[in-house]
T-cell receptor, first 116, second 115 residues
Framework: GAGVSQSPRYKVAKRGQDVALRCDPISGHVSLFWYQQALGQGPEFLTYFQNEAQLDKSGLPSDRFFAERPEGSVSTLKIQRTQQEDSAVYLC??????????????FGPGTRLLVL | AQSVAQPEDQVNVAEGNPLTVKCTYSVSGNPYLFWYVQYPNRGLQFLLKYITGDNLVKGSYGFEAEFNKSQTSFHLKKPSALVSDSALYFCAVRDGLSGNTPLVFGKGTRLSVIA
């Protein structure tokens, strides 16, 4: 079946511009995660949704970062007034809770954001 | 708090030789351990996981990993490396007692398999 998809794949923004990154999780997956991967580093947690509820946003680096998942499916990560330090790959992952299954997170291809 | 250490930034191995990519972890509860692989300009691809049960876990593409509780390690292994295994490998952990928590990743190890 279809995996996690993200768009756009690449985004170049001028400093101060707002950007919106989209994630389409695997159909039926209730949990959705956003991670930020800086160059040469492992992914770092940003925020987590279970259906439409944002249960954890402790990883969001500033109040310029905002995420939503209004209908419990597609999610959007918005960054306002982008700064150069926001340049990174933004990864989305989804997982589903099944009886007897310990959730594996499945990742999308990521959006590479470059802020000039 | 959870943490993962991948002590090697780079591992080089000749094609056909066995490979090991090292990972140690720290977690307060029960460790759920994962290995992912990342190819250039691609997302993370799941390889295998340890939740409970046998310490030796088998995954995709002939990879396996051994959970060692006393050494808090979860090294990734493959008996015979292929050139196509060249990629960036990430170890990750989450605390199994805390619900669907986010993964904590290591910095990654770049594997280079030389023909």
């Amino acid at each position: 079946g279809a995996g996690v998809s993200q768009s756009p794949r690449y985004k170049v923004a001028k400093r101060g511009q707002d950007v919106a990154l989209r994630c389409d999780p695997i159909s039926g997956h209730v949990s959705l995660f956003w991670y930020q991967q800086a160059l040469g580093q492992g992914p770092e947690f940003l925020t987590y949704f279970q259906n439409e509820a944002q249960l954890d946003k402790s990883g969001l680096p500033s109040d310029r970062f905002f995420a939503e998942r209004p209908e419990g499916s597609v999610s959007t990560l918005k960054i306002q007034r982008t700064q150069q330090e926001d340049s990174a790959v933004y990864l989305c992952a989804s997982s589903v809770r099944l009886a007897g299954e310990k959730e594996t997170q499945y990742f999308g291809p990521g959006t590479r954001l470059l802020v000039l | 708090a959870q943490s993962v250490a991948q002590p090697e930034d780079q591992v080089n191995v000749a094609e056909g030789n066995p490979l090991t990519v090292k990972c140690t972890y720290s977690v307060s509860g029960n460790p759920y351990l994962f290995w992912y692989v990342q190819y250039p300009n691609r997302g993370l691809q799941f390889l295998l996981k340890y939740i409970t049960g046998d310490n030796l876990v088998k995954g995709s593409y002939g990879f396996e990993a051994e959970f060692n509780k006393s050494q808090t390690s979860f090294h990734l292994k493959k008996p015979s490396a292929l050139v196509s295994d060249s990629a960036l490998y990430f170890c990750a952990v989450r605390d199994g007692l805390s619900g669907n928590t986010p993964l904590v990743f290591g910095k990654g190890t770049r594997l280079s398999v030389i023909a």
